[in-house]
C-alpha cells in the first residue's frame, strides 16, 4: 500500500540556517502531496501542497518540489525562525479506492534555537 | 481557507461516563470528515470516516461501538467516546474535506484533548 517515510528528528537548528526535511512516498499513480505543520497542542496547519509531477508548493517562505522520478516531496526553507518549532508531517492522498483517505509520515520535529 | 473548529478544546471525565466531541466546518459545507487519535509525539491514527447522512467508516482495530460518529449536517460531525476508560485519553483530531477543491485537501481541527480519570 501507499506510505509515506520522513527523516527522523528531532532537527535542531539556529536561527537563520537553512532547513531541510525530506520526505519520499510509496505510491499507486500520483497522488497529491501536502505537508502539514503541527505547533505544540495544537491541531494540523496545511503547510504547501502540490497536486501533480514539478509542481512545487509554497508557503510563508517554505517550499516543496513534487519530483516524480525519485519520489520525494522536501520541504526547505531558506532562514529559520525561532517561530517555526513545530512537528511537520509530510503525507498523501490514498490513491487506491478512491477514499481520500490521507497517509502520513511519522512526523519531524524541528527545534530553532536563538 | 477553509476553518474547521472543535469543541471542547479540552476534557477531562470519570471513567465509566460517556464524552462527546463536536468538529464543525465553519465556511463550507463537508459532506465528507474524518477523525483521528495521536498519542504523544507519534503520527496522526485515522480512526474513521463520516460521511454526511450514512454511517461512518471505521478503520481496521476501532471499535464503532465505543467511538460512536454521527454526521447529521453538512457542517457537524460527532463524536462520542462512550463507557470512557483511562487508555481512551489521546488527543482527537478531527479534518473535513471541502467539496470546492478539487485536490481533496483535507483542513484539520485544532483538538481536543480528552483526560479520562
Known amino acids: 500500500g501507499d506510505s509515506v517515510t520522513q527523516m527522523e528528528g528531532p532537527v535542531t537548528l539556529s536561527e537563520e540556517a537553512f532547513l531541510t526535511i525530506n520526505c519520499t512516498y510509496t505510491a499507486t499513480g500520483y497522488p497529491s502531496l501536502f505537508w502539514y505543520v503541527q505547533y505544540p497542542g495544537e491541531g494540523l496547519q496545511l503547510l504547501l501542497k502540490?497536486?501533480?509531477?514539478?509542481d512545487k508548493g509554497s508557503n510563508k517562505g517554505f517550499e516543496a518540489t513534487y519530483r516524480k522520478e525519485t519520489t520525494s516531496f522536501h520541504l526547505e526553507k531558506g532562514s529559520v525562525q525561532v517561530s517555526d518549532s513545530a512537528v511537520y508531517f509530510c503525507?498523501?492522498?490514498?490513491?487506491?479506492?478512491?477514499?481520500?483517505?490521507?497517509?502520513f509520515g511519522q512526523g519531524t520535529t524541528l527545534q530553532v534555537k536563538p | 481557507g477553509a476553518v474547521v473548529s472543535q469543541h471542547p478544546s479540552w476534557v477531562i471525565c470519570k471513567s465509566g461516563t460517556s464524552v462527546k466531541i463536536e468538529c464543525r466546518s465553519l465556511?463550507?459545507?463537508?459532506?465528507?470528515m474524518f477523525w483521528y487519535r495521536q498519542f504523544p509525539k507519534q503520527s496522526l491514527m485515522l480512526m474513521a470516516t463520516s460521511n454526511e447522512g450514512s454511517k461512518a467508516t471505521y478503520e481496521q482495530g476501532v471499535e464503532k461501538d465505543k467511538f460512536l460518529i454521527n454526521h447529521a449536517s453538512l457542517t457537524l460531525s460527532t463524536l462520542t467516546v462512550t463507557s470512557a476508560h483511562p487508555e481512551d485519553s489521546s488527543f482527537y483530531i478531527c479534518s473535513a474535506r471541502d467539496p470546492r477543491d478539487y485536490t481533496d485537501t483535507q483542513y484539520f481541527g485544532p483538538g481536543t484533548r480528552l483526560t479520562v480519570l
Open positions: 503525507a498523501l492522498i490514498d490513491g487506491s479506492g478512491n477514499t481520500g483517505k490521507l497517509i
Open positions: 502540490a497536486t501533480k509531477a514539478d
Open positions: 465556511d463550507f459545507q463537508a459532506t465528507t
